[in-house]
């Protein structure tokens, strides 16, 4: 079954720490990996999509990294910020159908 | 650009009422999405459409209906709801890889 688990669920960081947030996913045959930035009340923002051949891709403060042969993304967000809090949902494409993780809560305090 | 939009914002409904959510996309994308969102759940795709006067079945889509009469428009319609359809709707639009995402319309049903 195609699937996608993030972890961890929920984080609570400083302002000004960096966090890595994980991703894990079984979809077959892979297309892309997308994370998205979701708001509380807001719709996904897509921050970074990345295709089979690539392994690192920057979006700002944002990078994510994927490895195709393990079937991981980490995403990586450097000296955070208040705006940063928010859900971060990892989304893999198998062709045409995407497959929605179901998002890391993160919390930026000051 | 508005990008995407949806109407309304929020609405409560009795069980068995019927109504009709608005995506409207300023965007001229071919592709149009309805995506819910349930609290520890992924989005979950309930219908969607390739063109003007297309729409396919998603992963869930019983008890909902869709049309699409004018490119710009995507509407889903909920012929007699149920507590069960209590949940955060989402529209989308793609362009190539990316998707773009309304603000989303809370439903509750009661």
């Known amino acids: 079954k195609n699937q996608v688990e993030q972890s961890p669920q929920s984080l609570i960081i400083l302002e000004g720490k960096n966090c890595t947030l994980q991703?894990?996913?079984?979809?077959?045959?892979?297309?892309?990996l997308r994370w998205y930035k979701q708001d509380t009340g807001r719709g996904p923002v897509s921050l970074t999509i990345m295709t089979f051949s690539e392994n690192t891709k920057s979006n700002g403060r944002y990078t994510a990294t994927l490895d195709a042969d393990t079937k991981q993304s980490s995403l990586h967000i450097t000296a955070s910020q208040l705006s940063d809090s928010a859900s971060y949902i990892c989304?893999?494409?198998?062709?045409?159908?995407?497959?929605f993780g179901t998002g890391t809560r993160l919390l930026v305090s000051p | 650009n508005a990008g995407v939009t949806q109407t309304p914002k929020f609405r409560v409904l009795k069980t068995g009422q019927s109504m009709t959510l608005l995506c409207a996309q300023d965007?001229?994308?071919?592709?149009m999405y309805w995506y819910r969102q349930d609290p520890g759940m992924g989005l979950r795709l309930i219908h969607y459409s390739v063109g003007e006067g297309t729409t396919a079945k998603g992963e869930v889509p019983d008890g909902y209906n869709v049309s699409r009469l004018k490119k710009q428009n995507f509407l889903l319609g909920l012929e007699s709801a149920a507590p069960s359809q209590t949940s955060v709707y989402f529209c989308?639009?793609?362009?190539?890889?990316?998707?773009?995402f309304g603000p989303g319309t809370r439903l509750t049903v009661t």
């Open positions: 991703c894990n996913y079984t979809v077959s045959p892979f297309s892309n």
């Open positions: 965007m001229n994308h071919e592709y």
């Open positions: 989304v893999v494409t198998d062709v045409q159908k995407l497959v």
């Open positions: 989308a639009s793609r362009q190539a890889y990316e998707q773009y």
